[in-house]
């Protein structure tokens, strides 16, 4: 009876703290402001601004701008990022449950432009792929600390002697994401992971104070 009582008492406080929680979401539309270090140029600093629309459950289409002021040279880049869902069974051990520790790869291809000199510019092709991991400590999806992104590709730099041509480097950034408007289809997928890891959790406590008794 004892038993039955502390469990009841567990699963009442698990209702409890579900409906009090915020419901995750994912939100459609993604704006995006990363510090890059040791980017692409060799450079210490730049920024990458870009912006996301959730294209399916797992995907995003996803659109950057690298700047790289020091180095005179810019990277417009499209590609796509697809949330590492199967990692979620690992998350769910954890204190990070995937509705709120985002893992993801992705890609992207577009061009790097360069400013050789006050009169001259050269376009090429640019492309890489990366790996990164969100942080979101609500769920909401408005705001999210983007914790890394490693990404290695190749990019057009100016060499010494003024010359332009493609080398393969890799870099890494951080920053923060804004959400707006919601994805009906992904944030139901985000919510059932959130309840899978809170019945998770509640099972493991109904043992412990099974053992206990």
């Known amino acids: 009876m004892k038993t039955v009582v502390i469990a009841c008492m567990l699963a009442g406080l698990a209702v409890c703290g579900f409906a009090q929680s915020n419901v995750p979401n994912a939100p459609s539309f993604t704006f995006m402001s990363n510090f890059l270090g040791s980017p692409v140029s060799g450079s210490t600093s730049g920024l990458d601004v870009g912006g996301a629309y959730q294209f399916t459950t797992y995907s ?24 590492m869902w199967f990692a979620c069974n690992l998350l769910n051990q954890t204190s990070l449950p995937c509705n709120k520790l985002n893992p ?7 061009f790097g432009r360069v400013t050789v000199n006050d009169n001259q510019t050269v376009n090429k092709p640019a492309a890489m792929a990366r790996i ?45 994401n804004f959400g707006l408007g919601t994805n009906q289809t992904a944030s139901a997928k985000k919510l059932a992971h959130k309840r ?7 099972r493991k406590l109904q043992k412990a104070a099974e053992s206990k008794s």
């Open 196 to 202: 899978a890891h809170e019945a998770k959790k509640l």
């Open 60 to 83: 995003r289409l996803r659109a950057d701008i690298w700047s790289i002021p020091s180095a005179g040279s810019e990277s417009f880049l499209f590609g796509t990022d697809i949330d």
């Open 104 to 110: 993801y790869f992705g890609g992207a291809g577009g």
């Open 132 to 176: 990164g991991a969100n942080f979101d400590p609500t769920g909401s999806g408005h705001f999210t600390l983007n914790i890394f992104e490693a990404d290695c590709g190749t990019f057009p730099v100016l060499e010494s002697n003024l010359s332009v041509k493609n080398v393969f480097k890799c870099g890494y950034t951080t920053g923060i």
